[in-house]
């Protein structure tokens, strides 16, 4: 299994954006200019989103978890994107009502069965409140990736 790509320049803080799509947008082109997915990715993440909404309505500050297909993918990577403002995403589970979303964590998975032990260490961050309100509130990207890596336990470039 190859390693988990996450740097600093996979951390974005402060991003605009009046709609889902920009976000995802913005995120996903930032993977596409660091050549970690392929320009394919950006379109289907934003298709997979309205088809598959990823909103967590957590403790304190809602996220979402936006992923889609590995052919997309050139190598496997998490981006945290801290949204200046909230934005409302469709509730995963539930399109019918959606969750002010300022913390994302965007996957991009090289193998299909790589995502499920990354998110079974991302649901435990999510169950803490504190620990989601310190990444909205933090300026320092080296804090948040330090915190990030032991927290998500995986191994990690």
């Known amino acids: 299994m190859s390693k988990l790509i996450f740097n600093e320049s ?11 799509e920009k976000i995802l947008e913005t995120v996903a082109q930032n993977l596409a200019n660091q050549k970690l ?6 379109s289907a993440i934003i298709q997979r989103e309205k088809e598959f909404a990823t909103g967590l309505p957590t403790a304190g500050v809602s996220v979402a978890i936006p992923h889609t297909d590995v052919h997309h993918v050139i190598a496997k990577s998490i981006s945290v994107a801290v949204l200046r403002e909230p934005v409302d995403f469709g509730v995963m589970g539930n399109d019918s009502e959606t969750t002010p979303v300022q913390i994302i964590f965007m996957l991009s998975m090289d193998e299909a069965h790589s995502q499920l032990s990354l998110l ?3 649901m435990q961050i999510f169950q803490d409140g504190d620990v989601l309100k ?4 933090q300026k320092d990207k080296s804090e948040i990736k330090k915190l990030l890596e032991r927290k998500l336990e995986f191994e990690i470039n």
């Open 120 to 122: 079974q260490n991302l």
């Open 37 to 42: 997915v392929k320009e394919s990715f950006i």
């Open 10 to 20: 996979l951390i974005l803080l402060d991003v605009e954006g009046d709609s889902v």
């Open 134 to 137: 310190w990444l909205v509130n």
